[in-house]
């Protein structure tokens, strides 16, 4: 077997050169053929294209956080090459959602034996920008582009920009076209979701699904302090979801329209201001490396 690693050194902060002894070790005991692609910032996705045809692997490790996974998801795309993931970033939010072993070197090994392959979903923007985690519009998009433009990481930075988004918060107006209707409201952000859950596991929705061929569009229209603690409280226990705060709606693709440009965000990265969004699902886009653990595949 032939097993491409692509590795982010830089995600999360988080070092990735233990793990590589580490798989290096494990893939030469068992006679596993290996090349590790890092990134360097550089024309990445030419360069991973390229060793893709060059060293033609059976499977692709994903090594980082969600934007490694990301990253080397668009770059498998119209291949057949399937690809797992090995939790090394800051978060993990994906791999958590799709039950990856948060155990670095077990996540390998899963990779290598399981014959469980199943059908990753991508969301598509405006046939151009891609997410197979969670995007949005609205005051999470501003808290990205703020934490993102920050030498410092972490939750108290992040925290701290929370905080000032909250002082100027206010609600705007969209319309959304989907399932053959349209809905015209006011809130305060509008969730795009193949999954459920943010890299800090708060849940947006409890019903995404990334390998059942929709996404989910969330309406999040208020937030006090009452939503804050119940948001808070539903990273440990789903109960403590506020299925009341806002609006879900299940969908293959929609069209959102804002009034005026708004920031959007996509797995974290931040995209730019858009008053248009054409949102598809590409069914299956992906080949996933997982395990009957999975209970997507249920």
């Given at each position: 077997?032939?097993l491409l690693f692509v590795v982010n050194p830089i995600s999360g902060g988080v070092d990735k050169e233990p793990f590589l002894i580490e798989a290096k070790a494990l893939c030469k005991k068992y006679g596993i053929d290996f090349y590790f692609f890092k990134t360097t910032g550089k024309?990445?996705?030419?360069?991973?294209?390229?060793?893709?045809?060059?060293?033609?692997?059976?499977?692709?490790?994903?090594?980082?956080?969600?934007?490694?996974?990301?990253?080397?998801?668009?770059?498998?795309?119209?291949?057949?090459?399937?690809?797992?993931?090995?939790?090394?970033?800051?978060?993990?939010?994906?791999?958590?959602?799709?039950?990856?072993?948060?155990?670095?070197?077990?996540?390998?090994?899963?990779?290598?034996?399981?014959?469980?392959?199943?059908?990753?979903?991508?969301?598509?923007?405006?046939?151009?920008?891609?997410?197979?985690?969670?995007?949005?519009?609205?005051?999470?998009?501003?808290?990205?582009?703020?934490?993102?433009?920050?030498?410092?990481?972490?939750?108290?930075?992040?925290?701290?920009?929370?905080?000032?988004?909250?002082?100027?918060?206010?609600?705007?107006?969209?319309?959304?076209?989907?399932?053959?209707?349209?809905?015209?409201?006011?809130?305060?952000?509008?969730?795009?979701?193949?999954?459920?859950?943010?890299?800090?596991?708060?849940?947006?929705?409890?019903?995404?699904?990334?390998?059942?061929?929709?996404?989910?569009?969330?309406?999040?229209?208020?937030?006090?302090?009452?939503?804050?603690?119940?948001?808070?409280?539903?990273?440990?226990?789903?109960?403590?979801?506020?299925?009341?705060?806002?609006?879900?709606?299940?969908?293959?693709?929609?069209?959102?329209?804002?009034?005026?440009?708004?920031?959007?965000?996509?797995?974290?990265?931040?995209?730019?201001?858009?008053?248009?969004?054409?949102?598809?699902?590409?069914?299956?886009?992906?080949?996933?490396?997982?395990?009957?653990?999975?209970?997507?595949?249920?």
């Open positions: 077997m032939k024309d990445d996705k030419k360069h991973l294209e390229n060793a893709l045809t060059k060293y033609q692997p059976d499977k692709v490790a994903s090594v980082g956080g969600d934007g490694t996974t990301l990253f080397t998801s668009i770059a498998l795309l119209n291949t057949s090459i399937p690809m797992g993931i090995i939790p090394l970033g800051s978060a993990n939010g994906m791999a958590t959602e799709l039950f990856v072993n948060p155990i670095p070197i077990e996540a390998l090994k899963d990779i290598i034996i399981s014959e469980v392959v199943g059908d990753l979903d991508m969301v598509v923007v405006n046939d151009e920008y891609y997410s197979i985690h969670i995007g949005d519009v609205g005051i999470n998009a501003a808290i990205v582009d703020a934490y993102e433009k920050d030498a410092n990481r972490g939750m108290v930075t992040y925290a701290k920009y929370f905080i000032e988004e909250l002082k100027q918060l206010k609600p705007f107006n969209f319309t959304i076209k989907a399932n053959g209707i349209t809905i015209k409201e006011k809130g305060l952000m509008v969730g795009i979701c193949n999954s459920r859950k943010y890299g800090t596991g708060i849940p947006l929705n409890l019903t995404g699904n990334p390998m059942d061929g929709k996404f989910e569009i969330v309406i999040i229209k208020n937030m006090d302090l009452n939503s804050l603690i119940k948001a808070g409280l539903s990273k440990f226990n789903d109960r403590f979801f506020d299925s009341q705060n806002g609006i879900i709606i299940s969908t293959d693709k929609a069209d959102i329209h804002f009034e005026q440009a708004r920031l959007l965000q996509l797995d974290g990265e931040v995209i730019g201001e858009f008053k248009q969004l054409k949102v598809k699902i590409m069914q299956g886009a992906i080949k996933l490396i997982t395990t009957n653990e999975n209970l997507y595949l249920r």
